[in-house]
């Protein structure tokens, strides 16, 4: 999950040069790391452009792949009506920016002399020069409230332009939805070019084979890069690798516009993609139905590297039960991934009370973020903080030996649409380590863990329903444990399987000739 930051291998011939787009900044993100390696190794000349965290761009290698992160700057993040006033709407707001805080502040200041200059006066007792300070103070208590009233007229209309839930806002986006189509999202989310205006001129010096698009931000950026390098007379074919279905997902964005613009663009584009991959069957059925693909999708699975390079064994793995300070016979039940509300990680520090003995520890990209901290404060409610262990990421070809010493795997996700239709990472992943689960009733994963027998389903926000679930496992670990030794079950939850898929996909859209991956002198088991 974390930066993989090994140096470059030797020099060798390509098949062809693949230039991945991600829109994050590449650590934390497993499934992009391993394509970039796998597709190196497979002798492909690969650079992944991602998102720096920072204002500055960034270099660094993944084996044989480049990575480089780009300064994405993001003045269109805010929508050109924000940027205006609201004389019709709101008329004694003060214009957008700082003038609403400089105002109160230099009435503050204003009212703070004068009450300075009276003091002196009464010390020095000059009653006329005290006298004379009244007429000013009455005006400056007066314009004080006059400014915190237009102070208050701007933070409501600034709450009103981010809910956007008037009739008039409303109207807006439907006209806008009406008149432009799927192009609206140029209206109703216009932050979309800054990704455009950061990478494009990027892709058009690297001039690639294929692009590689990684989800829906990235299609338009993929896409209009093809367009260009097409109108030059130099053929490009987009691969477009879709994560997750984005009209189930829950949006990032709370900005109403947010969601309805993502989805637009995702339609104009994709039936610029050459080719798509994602991570189910049942979404690869969606896709088609949804933007009339002419091909199913091949399924590339988040799977964990059933082997990994000398260099990457020679790293040691973090004891996570070190971490948490616990010895090896205590319950220890994880949770490792992204971390947000709609995962339920608030249902595993609730049940902590009734799990007398038992801790928990999350690992996720951000430990010090404002969910995180607010699970914190719940456990010390409960009386339980003690008990709750919130540890960083460490790089993903250490993930399964590092969760391998927990007593049972987590997966507590709400009941979403697009968590419904897939196994997702930290299901291989707890896999391999071989732990028994818990999780919770959503379709795809609830019905594989009980079928294989795994570990334990719960429904979905029911605490007593999770503590028995948490319970049943504890219990009898071994028996949960036995389903990993049925032959075959591991096998193809590896990267390597799905690498061999990926480069498939390659392969054809280049033509190049089929190549096995390039493995390195050695490798060592994970």
């Not at 990575?67 to 004389?87: G, I, Q, S």
């Not at 790089?395 to 997702?424: K, R, T």
């Not at 444990?481 to 990267?495: I, K, M, P, Q, S």
Request: glycine share 6%; charged share 25%; with cysteine.
């Amino acid at each position: 999950m974390a930066i993989d930051s090994s140096a470059a291998g030797p020099e060798r011939s390509s098949r062809g040069k693949i230039v991945m787009l991600v829109d994050n900044g590449v650590n934390g993100d497993s499934r992009v790391q391993k394509e970039a390696r796998s597709a190196a190794e497979a002798g492909w000349d690969v650079v992944l452009l991602g998102k720096s965290p920072t204002k500055k761009s960034q270099k660094w290698w993944l084996g044989d792949a480049q990575v480089r992160l780009l300064h994405v700057p993001t003045p269109m993040h805010r929508r050109r009506h924000e940027y205006r006033r609201a004389v019709l709407r709101s008329p004694l707001a003060y214009p957008p920016g700082p003038l609403s805080e400089y105002r109160k502040q230099r009435m503050k200041a204003w009212r703070a002399e004068l009450n300075v200059r009276s003091v002196e006066a009464r010390r020095n007792g000059s009653s006329l020069g005290a006298v004379r300070l009244v007429p000013p103070r009455l005006l400056a208590k007066t314009l004080n409230k006059w400014v915190r009233f237009r102070a208050g007229r701007t933070e409501a209309l600034a709450q009103r332009r981010k809910s956007m839930d008037s009739p008039l806002d409303r109207f807006t986006t439907a006209f806008w939805v009406r008149t432009m189509g799927d192009r609206a999202w140029r209206r109703l989310d216009p932050a979309l070019w800054d990704f455009e205006l950061a990478y494009g001129k990027v892709i058009d010096r690297l001039e690639p084979d294929v692009i590689h698009a990684n989800d829906f931000r990235m299609l338009g950026v993929a896409a209009r890069a093809k367009l260009r390098a097409e109108a030059k007379g130099r053929k490009v074919k987009l691969l477009w690798d879709v994560h997750e279905f984005l009209p189930g997902i829950k949006p990032w964005n709370p900005h109403p516009r947010w969601h309805i613009a993502q989805c637009g663009h995702e339609r104009e584009y994709a039936k610029y993609a050459d080719a798509v991959t994602t991570v189910s069957g049942t979404l690869a059925e969606m896709l088609v139905e949804r933007h009339g693909l002419k091909a199913l999708p091949e399924v590339v699975l988040n799977a964990p590297d059933a082997e990994v390079s000398p260099e990457q064994a020679a790293e040691p793995v973090p004891d996570l039960r070190e971490l948490c300070g616990i010895g090896p016979d205590v319950p220890l039940a994880v949770y490792s991934g992204a971390a947000a509300p709609q995962r339920g990680l608030d249902i595993m520090v609730e049940g902590l009370p009734q799990l007398p003995g038992t801790h928990v520890a999350f690992v996720v990209l951000r430990p010090s973020s404002a969910y995180m901290q607010e699970l914190k404060e719940r456990a010390a409610e409960l009386g339980v903080s003690d008990r709750l262990h919130i540890l960083p990421y460490v790089p993903h070809y250490q993930v399964v030996p590092f969760l391998s010493a927990a007593s049972v795997g987590v997966i507590p996700i709400h009941h979403w649409p697009n968590h419904e239709i897939a196994l997702i990472t930290k299901f291989f992943e707890y896999s391999h380590a071989r732990l028994p689960f818990v999780v919770s009733d959503v379709k795809t994963m609830g019905e594989m863990v009980a079928r294989t027998g795994q570990g334990e389903v719960f429904t979905a926000e029911d605490i007593s329903d999770y503590v028995r679930a948490v319970k049943s496992v504890l219990a009898d670990p071994a028996k949960y444990r036995a389903a990993y030794a049925r032959e075959g079950l591991l096998e193809n939850w590896t990267w390597e399987a799905q690498a061999e898929v990926l480069d498939g996909v390659y392969t054809r859209l280049t033509g190049a000739e089929p190549v096995k991956a390039q493995q390195p002198d050695s490798q060592v088991m994970a």
